[in-house]
């Protein structure tokens, strides 16, 4: 339990690496960025939009003030300037008015609505007025202190000589309220889209996380071995769709695995069969005193058989083992009418001996992509079953022919057949309809599974069922090769 414990520790993803954090601080992050932007932008704009209005009014003000005050070739005085400053001053609504001759002395100055007297006389000392005597237009604006802050500086001129400035500043609080506010609405949708995107962040990734958890967990629960188990992840995304892949893998695991030991047990029970059967003999030949010269040699002579029967198994393993494991090599065009011949030849002898007939009908030209090794295999295992399987006086049927697109082999017998129930089952591995007969026929259980892999790795399909009246047939298809262009579409 300690280790196991460990182990889960040890898997333990920390939480700064996992997944569910970096979804969620991608999530946050990108919010966070969108909600700067939402803060600055806005608020830049209603800053540009306010200082283009309040420039525009400022400056014409200024430049209406300017050419009032320019009245003629006389040099402005401070009783003029002053009188006509009262007198437009309620239409300005500007916070203060300064109005200064040539050299920058100021002749009024009107501040919230009222005269001061204590700057007159005296130099205006602002940068706005002296770049105004220069024959340039100032306009400064800024936001401080929750209220806008406008000046606007223009000269009086009278053809093309300066004869004073005008010098206009605007205190504005409620534009800069505005703008306040502007700001602060934004900056509370802000704080309000943070914590509910931050709650859904969390929402979202836990979801996710815990249906990716259910893989994980299912996938260390087949690691250990229950191919049996199943997850269930909901929704039509990736996520369950990787979800049904692997349940079907698990489930292919399942019979792969239910298959590997039915395979294991079959080939122990087979194994162990002649094995018991060579130790039994070896025994007896042991604890016999006095054996004569004739049992010893049929003693011999079984064990003899029993080791051909370990050594025919073994031999039908590593083929199957082969089968699953490596790929075709070098498939070349194989002509199969001569392969069928050459395994005639072969069986021929065995065929004579258990008074069965061969009965061969080969179409010339059935050529398909394959290895010659492979094929007579397949026709070997085929055509001796049915010569083991039959009845005295029977006869083996051998067809061989093209169909469309496809090359057909039938090998029927005359035997006493195959049961319905046993058809679906009879290319399982080890598996008989009469066990005691294949054993005494020296079967293995074996040939048609190395018949169906064969055939399956080379692009066929073989099946068998019922010969009418009497007797079983298997029939092989492959892909017929063509000389033009290699296997016929």
């Not at 601080?25 to 283009?52: D, F, G």
């Not at 400035?165 to 900056?187: K, M, S």
């Not at 979202?204 to 893989?215: D, E, H, P, V």
Request: charged content about 25%.
């Amino acid at each position: 339990m300690d280790k196991r414990r460990k182990e889960e520790g040890a898997r333990r993803v920390p939480f700064w690496r996992s997944l569910q954090t970096k979804y969620a601080m991608t999530y946050l992050v990108i919010v966070a960025a969108v909600m700067v932007l939402l803060n600055t932008y806005p608020l830049q704009v209603s800053q540009i939009l306010a200082y283009q209005s309040k420039q525009n009014s400022l400056q014409n003000q200024a430049s209406v003030l300017a050419s009032t005050l320019a009245t003629g070739p006389e040099a402005l005085t401070q009783e003029g300037a002053t009188r006509t400053v009262s007198l437009l001053l309620g239409s300005l609504g500007v916070t203060r008015v300064v109005v200064t001759d040539p050299n920058g002395m100021v002749l009024c100055d009107f501040q919230e609505g009222s005269q001061r007297t204590d700057t007159v006389g005296q130099f205006a000392m602002l940068w706005e007025i002296v770049t105004a005597l220069r024959g340039n237009d100032v306009f400064r604006s800024e936001y401080d202190s929750g209220a806008l802050c406008s000046r606007a500086a223009v000269p009086i001129t009278y053809r093309s000589m300066t004869q004073g400035a005008v010098y206009l500043y605007e205190y504005d609080a409620e534009q800069g309220a505005l703008l306040q506010g502007i700001q602060t609405n934004l900056r509370t949708i802000s704080i309000v889209i943070c914590l509910v995107t931050a709650a859904m962040g969390v929402v979202f990734s836990k979801a996710l996380t815990r249906r990716i958890a259910q893989l994980l967990g299912g996938i260390h629960t087949v690691r250990q071995g229950e191919y049996s188990h199943r997850v269930t992840v909901r929704g039509g995304d990736e996520l369950s769709r990787l979800a049904d892949e692997f349940n079907e893998l698990t489930g292919r695991l399942q019979t792969t695995e239910e298959v590997r030991r039915r395979f294991v047990s079959d080939a122990s029970h087979e194994l162990k069969t002649p094995l018991a059967s060579i130790r039994l003999l070896t025994d007896s030949i042991l604890q016999a005193d006095h054996m004569d010269d004739e049992t010893a040699r049929e003693f011999l002579t079984d064990i003899g058989d029993e080791a051909e029967r370990l050594t025919r198994i073994t031999e039908k393993l590593l083929t199957l083992t082969r089968l699953d494991t490596a790929h075709v090599l070098h498939p070349v065009p194989v002509d199969v009418g001569a392969v069928v011949e050459r395994v005639e030849h072969m069986l021929t002898p065995l065929a004579r001996a258990a008074e069965v007939r061969l009965e061969l009908s080969l179409q010339p030209g059935c050529v398909i992509l394959a290895t010659e090794d492979d094929l007579y295999q397949v026709a070997f295992n085929l055509m001796e079953n049915a010569v083991k399987y039959n009845l005295p006086g029977g006869t083996v049927y051998v067809t061989l022919k093209q169909l469309g697109v496809q090359v057909l082999l039938l090998v029927e017998d005359t035997g006493v057949g195959i049961p319905e129930d046993d058809l679906p089952k009879i290319f399982d591995r080890f598996y008989r309809v009469d066990k005691a007969r294949s054993r005494a026929a020296g079967g293995t259980g074996l040939g048609l599974s190395i018949v169906r892999d064969t055939v399956r790795q080379h692009g066929g399909t073989v099946t068998a069922r019922r010969r009418e009246p009497e007797g079983t047939c298997f029939e092989v298809r492959f892909p017929l090769w063509d000389e033009k262009g290699g296997e016929a579409p």
